[in-house]
């Protein structure tokens, strides 16, 4: 690159090339190496922050919510349902046949005690949140959630089984610490 | 990097070339175009004061993402900045120690040009938006030391809006206006906010004037002579992207120095205790860079006076081509403005010196004996000289002196043209 400037310019003194070449490489990949390693620093501040990592679990105690009652906590910004079923509904999505389903999956693998449902409250056409934790909400044609921004619905294993979402409501990670208490994240 | 000449139409590059001529427009300003191939060390400070800029923009941007303007938060979204953003510490230091760092580069950057002449004809408006941007710059640095919201920050803001109050009749109204309220507050802090994010694209924008006007003339040089011929002149790449690289290289670890092993170095313990509107700090100092104004400020008994002068201490510069009308720019060969000078320097480390210390006794006297040379300099001393100095024996060109410096080796290099 600046090889032709410098042959332009009376000199005196010869040129040794190969020393011009290491050194323009080393000067170069240092700089190179220099600024990749500054400008990911930089971009890395804005991944998630230690506290908003902080907040990835939530403990819930379940001893106050009865059968046939949901409950609404926030993890990491976004609504998790909790079910209380009952055995109604819980023969309801157990008796579906797995093969009819837009996203195939039992409701045994869904749940670790079959009384508690914990599930994501988030659609997964586009992020709305469906209804059907509130009495009186809609909770669609099979009993468990309708989400009302484009109408899909899910049933008591927070299965799709009607509408534009490709996928199950997401199942969190979670555990129960004691029969009452679930630890999510 | 592209090998492309002016001329060049092949390819991609000739294509859009030909149609928006940013190649060619890089390749004049950056590559051919022709530079004094005297230039010392000193001409780097420019090159040095745009990167810091950038690092500071950049910085800053990256802040303004974490950093709430409230007077509620303000404090502790910035401790959460250095404890839980990741590489927070790192963000803020940089930014934090940049401001320093930038009025470092600068400072020496007005030296150079007080010392060689560069704001003589014709490069008075070149000069000229210089100051805007110190200008610019220091409006920024003061609302940006006001975010934290710590102790000094607030008091910081509440005395320096307060000069504003020295003005006759009008000045209450001012400063209420400033405030947008009856004290330093909330409204007080997301104005700031606001401006200490857009005066900086200001500066951006006076920036590029100031380089249109730098490359209209070219570069002044250590003997002050203009370029007379092509042999005076170097091409600018390779030669001074290389001397500005290496300039570079040393300067950021001088940054670096200070980022990780001294990072509060230079700012105030009692910025790091939350600002508390009942109860002032004992002693309260500007930021370092702010102390040879501040120091001024004090000097003068009056009120309104001292704040006058202290905004002439800057305003001053404005009029320099007109104050200092002796024909040769360069003080090598001035011997009498050179002792001046040198001088002057050492009475605005005086000043800042003296404006950390209590304005009481000694000090006192000190900061005025200082200011009335401050002044004298610019307003008597440099129209005398402009008209009484005689000067040493000029070279006939960049080259002559160049050569002679090169093989007269009898005298001290640096000096051996000044006969």
Redesign the interface.
């Known amino acids: 690159m600046s090889e032709k400037d410098l042959k332009n310019k009376k000199s005196d003194v010869a040129v040794d090339e190969d020393k011009r070449d290491f050194l323009f490489v080393t000067t170069a990949g240092l700089a190179v190496a220099g600024s990749a390693l500054t400008v990911f620093s930089l971009i890395d501040t804005m991944n998630p922050a230690k506290d908003v990592l902080a907040l990835s679990t939530t403990e819930v105690d379940l001893s106050p919510v009865e059968e046939g009652q949901s409950l609404t906590v926030m993890w990491r910004g976004k609504p998790i349902f909790i079910r209380h079923r009952t055995d109604s509904e819980i023969s309801d999505a157990s008796n579906v046949s797995v093969d009819e389903l837009p996203h195939m999956a039992s409701d045994e693998s869904r749940v670790k005690n079959p009384k508690w449902l914990v599930v994501v409250g988030v659609c997964t056409h586009l992020g709305c949140v469906p209804l059907g934790q509130k009495i009186g909400d809609n909770k669609g044609e099979y009993g468990g959630w309708f989400c009302p921004c484009h109408g899909s619905h899910y049933d008591t294993s927070g299965r799709v089984r009607k509408g534009p979402a490709p996928l199950n409501l997401e199942i969190p990670p979670y555990e129960f610490v004691t029969d009452d208490i679930i630890k999510i994240g | 990097?592209k090998?492309n000449t002016s001329e060049q139409n092949k390819g991609l590059t000739g294509w859009i070339d030909k149609r928006l001529p940013v190649f060619t427009f890089i390749n004049h300003n950056l590559r051919d175009y022709p530079t004094p191939k005297n230039l010392n060390y000193f001409w780097n400070f420019g090159s040095l004061a745009g990167i810091t800029l950038v690092i500071m923009i950049?910085?800053g941007i990256?802040l303004a993402?974490?950093y709430t303007a409230d007077t509620e938060l303000a404090f502790d979204s910035v401790e959460?900045i250095m404890?839980?953003?990741?590489?927070?510490w790192?963000?803020r230091y940089i930014h934090m120690n940049g401001a320093s760092m930038f009025f470092i580069i600068v400072f020496i950057h007005i030296f150079r040009g007080l010392y060689y002449g560069s704001y003589k004809y014709p490069r008075e408006i070149l000069w000229m938006l210089g100051v805007v941007i110190l200008l610019l710059m220091m409006a920024t640095a003061f609302m940006g030391y006001v975010l934290p919201w710590g102790q000094m920050s607030f008091w910081g803001a509440t005395v320096i809006t307060n000069l504003f109050s020295a003005f006759p009749v009008v000045g209450d109204y001012i400063v209420t206006f400033l405030w947008g309220g009856f004290s330093v507050d909330n409204p007080t802090l997301t104005r700031f906010f606001v401006l200490h994010y857009l005066l900086p694209f200001g500066i951006v924008g006076v920036v590029a004037l100031h380089l249109v006007a730098l490359h209209q003339f070219g570069s002044n040089n250590p003997t002050g002579l203009d370029v007379k011929s092509e042999g005076d002149t170097?091409?600018f790449?390779?030669y001074y992207t290389v001397k500005d690289?290496l300039g570079l290289g040393v300067y950021l670890i001088v940054f670096a120095g200070l980022v990780f092993f001294a990072p509060n170095f230079l700012g105030h313990p009692d910025n790091y205790i939350p600002a508390n509107p009942l109860q002032t700090p004992a002693h309260i100092v500007p930021e370092w860079y702010f102390l040879p104004f501040y120091a001024i400020l004090r000097a003068v008994p009056d009120k309104l006076l001292g704040v006058l002068l202290m905004f002439a201490a800057v305003m001053v510069l404005f009029f320099l081509p007109w104050l200092d009308k002796h024909k040769v720019r360069s003080a090598n060969f001035r011997p009498y403005y050179r002792q001046f000078y040198w001088l002057f320097i050492l009475d605005c480390l005086v000043l800042g010196w003296v404006g950390a210390m209590p304005a009481e006794g000694v000090y006192v006297l000190i900061s005025r004996v200082a200011t009335a040379y401050y002044f004298g300099f610019f307003l008597i001393i440099m129209p005398f000289l402009s008209r009484f100095e005689k000067t040493t024996d000029l070279p006939s060109s960049i080259s002559a002196a160049v050569i002679s410096e090169k093989f007269d080796n009898k005298e001290p290099s640096s000096e051996s043209y000044v006969k």
């Open positions: 990097m090998e950049v910085t990256l993402m974490q959460r404890r839980d953003v990741n590489n927070g790192l963000l170097i091409p790449h390779p690289y």
